[in-house]
C-alpha cells in the first residue's frame, strides 16, 4: 500500500509499504482505508526538520516512521475490534500513531467518531480540530458578556474566534501579522488587528484589555508572556497547541499583580468532543466550506505542506484526500 514519509527535512517521498492485517489488530484498536487528512501547525515543524513534541516524532530523523507527521485523519472503517466501531463506518479524529498519512491507518477508537454523512472527507477533516477548540473552550469561564482575544489568525485562532463569539463573547480581537480582515470577518471577529502580538500589547490601552487571551500562534516562546502581558486583571489566558520548547518563561510578577489564571492542556473525551464538532458544523452551516480553502491529492502532499508552511491571507486550513 501507498505510504509518505519524510526522507529530509522539507522532502516527502512515496513509498510502498505492507498492508495492515486486520487479524493483527489490538482490542480496541480500529483499521482505516485514508478518505482525508488536515494538515495542522503542530506537524510543520517535523516537516521543517526540527524535532517537534508529536509522539511519533522520537528517532534520529522523521523518516524512521511512515505516514508521520499526519494526525488529523478520516476515514472508512474497514476492521474494527472497537465496539462503536464498525466495517463500512465513515469516521474522523486522531490517527493515533501521527502516521496518517497511509493507505491504511491503525487508530484508537476512542479517538474516532462518526460524522454527517452529507460531508465531503476534506471538509469532515474539519471537524478534528473544531473538536480541539470546542475542548478548549469548555475549559474557559463563562464567555457571555467578556471580551476577548485571540492572538493567532490562521486555521486555529480563526476556529477560536468564531466558537468563543458564538459562545457569546461580546467582542473578538484577533491579532495576526497576515492580513485576515475578508478572513476575520467571516469567523465572528470584531476587531481585526494586523500586528505582531508585541506592537498589539505595547498599545494597548488599560480599558480595552480583553478578559480572556488565547494564545493559538504557536512554535514560539515570547506570545506567550503577550497573552499574560495583555489580559485584565482577574482575566484568563489560555495557550493552546503542542509547545516546541519545555520552558515557557513568563512574568510571574504579572500573573499575581493581575490576579490572572493560565490554562493548557491536550484534548480529552476525544469521541464526545468529536460528535459535538460534529453537531456544531450541522447548526453552523457554511462553517466549514469557509474553513476548508485548499484541497490537495495525497500524491501532492508536498505542494500541501510547502502551502501551509506560508502564511498568506487565503489560505485558512489545508485538507488532503485520497
Same mark, same amino acid.
Given at each position: 500500500m501507498w505510504s509518505h514519509r519524510l526522507i529530509a527535512p522539507f522532502t516527502f517521498e512515496k513509498t510502498e509499504v505492507p498492508q495492515c492485517s486486520p487479524a493483527a489488530l489490538d482490542d480496541g484498536r480500529v483499521l482505516l482505508r485514508f478518505l482525508a487528512a488536515g494538515v495542522c501547525g503542530s506537524d510543520l515543524p517535523g516537516f521543517r526538520g526540527s524535532k517537534g513534541r508529536l509522539p511519533g516524532d522520537t528517532g534520529a530523523c522523521a523518516a524512521e516512521k511512515d505516514g508521520f507527521p499526519i494526525h488529523e485523519i478520516v476515514g472508512e472503517v474497514m476492521a474494527s475490534r472497537h465496539p462503536a466501531h464498525r466495517q463500512g463506518d465513515r469516521v474522523v479524529g486522531w490517527a493515533s500513531g501521527f502516521d496518517g498519512l497511509m493507505e491504511q491507518v491503525v487508530a484508537d477508537g476512542d479517538g474516532l467518531a462518526s460524522y454527517d454523512p452529507s460531508l465531503s472527507p476534506a471538509h469532515a477533516a474539519a471537524l478534528q480540530p473544531l473538536a480541539c477548540v470546542l475542548y478548549a473552550v469548555e475549559q474557559l469561564p463563562e464567555l457571555?458578556?467578556?471580551?476577548?482575544?485571540?492572538?493567532?489568525?490562521?486555521?486555529?485562532?480563526?476556529?477560536?474566534?468564531?466558537?468563543?463569539?458564538?459562545?457569546?463573547?461580546?467582542?473578538? *480581537?484577533?491579532?495576526?501579522?497576515?492580513?485576515?480582515?475578508?478572513?476575520?470577518?467571516?469567523?465572528?471577529?470584531?476587531?481585526?488587528?494586523?500586528?505582531?502580538?508585541?506592537?498589539?500589547?505595547?498599545?494597548?490601552?488599560?480599558?480595552?484589555?480583553?478578559?480572556?487571551?488565547?494564545?493559538?500562534?504557536?512554535?514560539?516562546?515570547?506570545?506567550?508572556?503577550?497573552?499574560?502581558?495583555?489580559?485584565?486583571?482577574?482575566?484568563?489566558?489560555?495557550?493552546?497547541?503542542?509547545?516546541?520548547?519545555?520552558?515557557?518563561?513568563?512574568?510571574?510578577?504579572?500573573?499575581?499583580?493581575?490576579?490572572?489564571?493560565?490554562?493548557?492542556?491536550? *484534548?480529552?473525551?476525544?469521541?464526545?468532543?468529536?460528535?459535538?464538532?460534529?453537531?456544531?458544523?450541522?447548526?453552523?452551516?457554511?462553517?466549514l466550506d469557509r474553513y476548508v480553502t485548499h484541497t490537495f491529492v495525497a500524491d501532492e502532499v508536498q505542494a500541501a505542506f510547502e502551502l501551509a508552511c506560508r502564511p498568506v491571507p487565503g489560505r485558512i486550513k489545508i485538507a488532503i484526500v485520497s
Open positions: 457571555a458578556g467578556r471580551r476577548v482575544a485571540v492572538l493567532g489568525q490562521g486555521s486555529i485562532g480563526l476556529l477560536f474566534s468564531y466558537v468563543v463569539k458564538a459562545a457569546g463573547a461580546t467582542h473578538v *480581537t484577533g491579532v495576526d501579522p497576515v492580513d485576515r480582515a475578508d478572513a476575520g470577518a467571516a469567523f465572528g471577529v470584531d476587531r481585526v488587528v494586523r500586528a505582531t502580538s508585541d506592537r498589539w500589547v505595547s498599545g494597548l490601552a488599560p480599558d480595552d484589555r480583553p478578559d480572556v487571551v488565547i494564545e493559538a500562534v504557536g512554535h514560539q516562546v515570547a506570545t506567550l508572556s503577550h497573552a499574560v502581558e495583555a489580559c485584565a486583571p482577574g482575566g484568563t489566558v489560555f495557550y493552546f497547541g503542542v509547545p516546541d520548547d519545555d520552558c515557557y518563561p513568563i512574568s510571574m510578577r504579572t500573573m499575581l499583580r493581575n490576579n490572572l489564571t493560565l490554562k493548557a492542556g491536550v *484534548t480529552l473525551d476525544r469521541r464526545r468532543v468529536l460528535e459535538r464538532a460534529d453537531e456544531f458544523a450541522r447548526t453552523h452551516p457554511g462553517l
